[in-house]
């Protein structure tokens, strides 16, 4: 149950990110609105982190949690927000969801 809460909290973090991508796109209104989505996503992805870390290491929750967050993020740019796409961000953002899985089977 630890790692869903763990997965869950690195999907809500790309929820605040995104949410402050779209604060930096966006005024008045608008702004605000993401700026509330913001700190309602990370309050829930530190609470699920906070969870998490109960019962897993506290590094290795970090390291999966950060992993899950930057890899998200990076799709939701591509996909999202139109960033460029280049094999070498594809290539490392692979490494980096190989590297999550390792720790994943690594922990104990």
């Known amino acids: 149950m630890n790692w869903i809460y763990l997965i869950l909290a690195g999907l809500f973090e790309v929820g605040f990110t995104t949410c402050l991508g779209k604060v930096k796109e966006s005024a008045g209104q608008e702004m605000y609105t ?26 290795t929750a970090y390291a999966v949690w950060t992993g899950i967050g930057a890899a998200g993020t990076v799709l939701v740019g591509i996909f999202f927000f139109r960033e460029p796409v280049s094999f070498w961000k594809l290539f490392f ?5 190989g590297s999550i899985t390792g720790l994943k089977y690594v922990s104990h």
């Open 34 to 59: 993401w700026l509330i989505g913001f700190l309602i996503t990370m309050g829930i992805s530190m609470g699920l982190l906070l969870k998490a870390t109960q019962n897993l290491p506290v590094g």
């Open 93 to 97: 953002m692979v490494t980096l969801i």
